[in-house]
């Protein structure tokens, strides 16, 4: 299983970016779907959470700004990152909480796709 994260840039104050992930492999279900962030000298947060019955939570500084929809494709997320502050600025990851098929098995396991920077600045 891997996870593929895209969409980081340069974006200025108040502009708009949306990331994306996509899940690969034996997946059978994806129980929850992630975004964290990490700034430089900073711990990684979490940013926003969507869990397979759409239900989401949003870390307070970031509601009302960005949204996790429920993408209609299989096994991909997104995060829509709207009026974004250069205190976004970070790498951003996600992360899934996913049931794979290994063998005749089903295994439910955490995963972390690579980084994708996001720099807003003017």
């Known amino acids: 299983v891997q996870l593929q994260a895209s969409g980081g840039g340069l974006v200025q104050p108040g502009g708009s970016l949306r990331l994306s992930c996509a899940a690969s492999?034996?997946?059978?279900?994806?129980?929850?779907l992630s975004w964290y962030r990490q700034a430089p000298g900073a711990q990684r947060e979490l940013v926003a959470t969507?869990?397979?019955?759409?239900?989401?939570n949003y870390k307070d500084s970031v509601k009302g700004r960005f949204t996790i929809p429920r993408d209609s494709a299989k096994n991909t997320g997104s995060l829509q990152m709207n009026s974004l502050r250069p205190e976004d600025t970070a790498v951003y990851f996600c992360?899934?909480?996913?049931?794979?098929?290994?063998?005749?098995?089903?295994?439910?396991?955490?995963?972390w796709g690579q980084g994708t920077q996001v720099t807003v600045s003017s």
């Open positions: 492999g034996s997946i059978l279900r994806i129980n929850t």
């Open positions: 969507i869990a397979d019955d759409g239900s989401t």
């Open positions: 992360n899934a909480d996913l049931t794979a098929a290994v063998g005749i098995h089903s295994v439910r396991q955490n995963y």
